[in-house]
């Protein structure tokens, strides 16, 4: 693989029912720096975002909330090549090309969490159009959202919900994936990426080493 693109979504926007969702552009800069440090290929970074980046800046399009703005990533002929998605309260802590390597089919993969094994959308690779998604989620999203943020469903809610019941997917390999989650307690040792859920946001644990040394 000579180049892949590094890819976030940002949306500016304020929910007091959930302060601890609430994310800056410093997180953007955080996600950058954490990928800059570790990987040795060639990368462009984009945001896709409501406001104006210092990177290079997608415009969201919908008006989605929260997690639901990550449909987005399937608009049709955004990137070429590869690409690779991370949640801003992702930390990356090691080299993440070997786990891109990994990664040898075209069609996604997302994460498979330690709770419940649900396949969470917290880290995804692709390199295939998957814009029926996007276009479907446009035509019908309040049916979409109302069916998949609906407590009383078993398992999985959410963006990742629609993601990974409606693409054939795989698994990233779990050496690569690490976990501080909301649900069950999680053993780690020099991770790669280590992944937050819940209200364990990075700016929330910054007493741990892991996010004092790679939360940078």
Known sequence: MNKINIVCVYKDQTNDSTPWQKYSEDDV?????????????????????????????????????????????????????????????VVICDDITPMIESCTDSKLYMVEEPYRAIHNSSVMLWNQDYSDLYDNYVTNQADIVREHDDVTRQGVLGDQAYIGEN???????????DWEHHKVDCDYVDPTVLIFTGRKKPHLNQHLDVVKNNWI
């Open 29 to 89: 800069d955080r996600l950058y720096r954490g990928v800059s440090r570790n990987i040795n290929i060639d990368f462009d970074f984009h945001c896709i975002s409501n406001r104006e980046t210092k990177y290079n800046t997608i415009p969201l399009v919908t008006d989605s909330d929260g997690f639901w703005n990550k449909i987005e990533l399937f608009r049709k002929d955004l990137f070429n090549g590869p690409r690779l998605y991370f949640d801003l309260d």
């Open 167 to 177: 693409i054939e997917h795989n698994i990233i390999d779990k050496k690569y994936i």
